[in-house]
């Protein structure tokens, strides 16, 4: 149980363009789902928390404009990138914590790639 | 501000050696600590984790002590096999869910 899916795993795209990931619980419902940025042999950066219904809470740094977070269900998280430069080349993870849950345990998807040319 | 700062790999070991992967924080508060573990091509899963000073955590042989006057919180394991081959982070968190990580520390295992 408690898993979290990504799409896409991987994605190539053109700069200037924009590019949407999708972050979905499969198995439970999320009120909170959080967007974490990774750099290669760097940490896991959280870039914002998303919760249901409400806006996103950003992480200091992190562009909003840039990186749009859309929490429309409690199993559905988007997070796009608009106008995608080189520099948003990244490894983008999301996860959830189950509504209710007095743990605070995180559910992680696998990752998406994103390449920008 | 808060970090967690983990001991760099890759760390190679073969099969059945004892594993002790450093981890130690900096920390305003007392946040609880964790151990993720991420397989290749899956996503970070839960292995342990501490909510308090002198708390152990353990789970499928790996154990990690809560240390307050040292502030660490090791991951430990008496005998590695080759399918714990993965990336190991440390994290913190305050309880807000916002998790703050180490930079991850990957262990070869070998036959």
């Known amino acids: 149980g408690a898993v979290v899916s990504q799409h896409p795993s991987w994605v190539i795209c053109k700069s200037g363009t924009s590019v949407k990931i999708e972050c979905r619980s499969l198995d439970f419902q999320a009120t909170t789902m959080f967007w974490y940025r990774q750099f290669p042999k760097q940490s896991l950066m959280l870039m914002a928390t998303?919760?249901?219904?409400?806006?996103?809470?950003?992480e200091q740094g992190v562009e909003k404009d840039k990186f749009l977070i859309n929490h429309a269900s409690l199993t559905l998280s988007t997070l796009t990138v608009t106008s995608a430069h080189p520099e948003d080349s990244s490894f983008y993870i999301c996860s959830a914590s189950p509504s209710g849950s007095k743990d605070e345990t995180q559910y992680f998807g696998p990752g998406t790639r994103l390449l920008v040319l | 501000g808060d970090s967690v700062t983990q001991m760099e790999g890759p760390v190679t070991l073969s099969e059945e050696a004892f594993l002790t992967i450093n981890c130690t924080y900096t920390a305003t508060g007392y946040p609880s600590l964790f151990w993720y573990v991420q397989y290749p091509g899956e996503g970070l899963q839960l292995l342990l984790k501490a909510t308090k000073a002198d708390d152990k955590g353990s789970n499928k042989g790996f154990e990690a002590t809560y240390r307050k006057e040292t502030t660490s919180f090791h991951l430990e394991k008496g005998s590695v096999q080759v399918s714990d081959s993965a990336v190991y982070f440390c994290a913190l968190s305050y309880n807000t869910g916002k998790l703050i990580f180490g930079q991850g520390t990957t262990l070869q295992v070998k036959p």
């Open positions: 998303s919760n249901e219904g409400s806006k996103a809470t950003y």
